[in-house]
């Protein structure tokens, strides 16, 4: 890889990459769809999640970044170390089939976007929006490529605008969020079930790990056993800042959405969201064309950077199961299988689009199989992370290790109540 340069000191964006790419791919348009379904449907008493996912977000995928720059292998890679091929190979293939839906369903949003906004061209704004993701993932190398995609992450704000928009009781929403008045009932279990797949997603765990691998390609740089101890430690605490704002960024975000949500569609009793596109309609008469248009260009921004992060976890997590030669700093003759893994994807999630399926039951569907797929990921990560073989003085502290496996507990209890509610919409 080269030998290690002299490191510059980076600026306050600068120390921000892997963590908050992560972060903000995690609201892409799907995403969006289930907070705001459950803003509309619940109100003020559904802020509580966002609140309490933070911790257990934030614990997952430090842990997914420091598997990657200490070992300097994606998740994928180490997970097959330490577990047998044939349910390393299982996992990937349902990461790559609930991605790939995912894939559809975000592009359809987009495409649904566009056309709210300008009045046509759904179909070919769709097909536009997949092949400027695909044409950036395949001829941009990374090192400007993850400028592009932190560039992106600006589009969420746009969801911190829709809410001076309109008018909010501060304090009625923050004593909601800290006690909410919570009835519980099939509904509520099989949304709160959503939210918590939705904030904590497998593809995000392969991402963030592969992306701390690729930082370390572009700068030359050693992974953190062959460091000096000294910048081994800046290079941790870079990873936890970058985590912390990331998730942070990610939970507020989805806050606001809620937030947005309850005070306008839920007070108005406009219940029945089921698209990211069908919130940002309902919107318009209710919060006014501002708040709509802000609510619509999020749809689009954020999608530009979920479907790039989905395709590209697939193509890691597929690549290094694989043995394969992977990485966006390659170019794609260099790297053909991981570049055919990120083509076929977005190739398929637009087939998904035109197919006859009902996109919002395989949405679904998506849902359900990254539950049920995130807990064993998320057990598998916890045990690479804590043995010496793989990661030598850098396990994971005490702290990591218990809310990484609180996470993994409320994942599994998570999947528990998804199949027990698993009527779908």
């Given at each position: 890889?080269?030998e ?8 306050f964006?600068?120390r ?34 966002v609140?309490f996912?933070?911790?257990l ?6 842990i997914s ?36 839906i995912?894939?559809?369903?975000d ?32 001829f941009?190398?990374?090192?400007r490529y ?5 560039w992106?992450?600006?589009?969420l704000?746009?969801y ?31 949304l709160?079930v ?11 765990f392969?991402?963030?790990s ?25 290079e ?19 806050f ?25 309609e ?8 501002l708040?709509?248009v ?26 290094e199961t694989r043995g ?31 197919s006859p ?11 359900v199989?990254n ?16 043995r010496?073989?793989e990661?030598?003085?850098f ?21 528990v109540?998804?199949?027990?509610f698993?009527?779908?919409?």
């Open positions: 890889m080269g290690a340069g002299p490191r510059v000191p980076r600026s964006f600068g921000l990459g892997p963590g908050l790419i992560t972060g903000a791919a995690d609201d892409d348009p799907s995403g969006i769809a289930t907070y705001s379904q459950a803003g509309a449907q619940f109100g003020l008493n559904i802020l509580w999640t609140a996912t933070y911790p977000m934030v614990a997952i995928q430090l970044a420091r598997i990657g720059r200490v070992t300097g292998a994606g998740l994928a890679a180490n997970l097959g170390r330490v577990f047998p091929p044939w349910a390393v190979g299982g996992l990937v293939g349902l990461l790559f089939l609930a991605n790939t995912n894939i559809g369903a592009l359809a949003a987009m495409g649904a976007a566009a056309q709210l906004t300008l009045g046509w061209g759904e179909t070919f704004f769709t097909v536009v929006f997949a092949v400027v993701s695909l044409g950036l993932q395949l941009v190398p990374y090192h993850v400028r592009v995609l932190k992106l992450t600006l589009a704000f746009a911190v605008g829709v809410v001076f928009t309109v008018h909010i009781d501060w304090l009625q929403v923050l004593v909601r969020t800290a006690v909410p008045h919570i009835q519980f009932s099939g509904e509520l279990v099989t709160v959503a939210v918590f797949g939705t904030t904590i997603s497998p593809y995000l392969f991402w963030q592969s992306e701390e691998v690729e930082d370390m390609a572009a700068g030359h740089e050693p992974d953190l056993r062959h460091e000096p101890a000294k910048t081994a430690r800046a941790l605490a870079r990873m936890r800042w970058d985590t912390f704002v990331g998730m942070a960024v990610s939970n507020l975000i989805a606001f959405i809620m937030l947005t949500t309850a005070v306008t569609l839920h007070a108005a009793g406009a219940t029945g969201i089921q698209t990211s596109a069908q919130a940002a309902a919107l318009r008469p209710i919060a006014g064309p708040a709509f802000l609510f619509s260009l999020g749809i689009v921004g954020t999608g530009l950077l979920a479907v790039p992060v989905l395709a590209g976890s697939a193509a890691y997590a597929v690549a394969w030669t992977s990485g966006l700093e390659y170019k794609p003759g260099e790297a053909r299988g991981f570049y055919g893994v990120i083509v076929a994807g977005v190739v398929l999630g637009l087939g998904v689009i035109f399926l009902d996109p919002i039951k395989m949405l679904f569907w998506s849902a199989i539950g049920v797929i995130s807990a064993p990921i998320m057990a598998a990560m916890m045990v690479v992370a804590t010496r073989h990661m030598g003085v396990v994971a502290t005490l702290g990591q290790r218990v809310f990484g496996w609180a996470a993994t507990a409320v994942m599994a209890i998570v999947v109540a998804m199949l027990a698993q009527g779908g919409p």
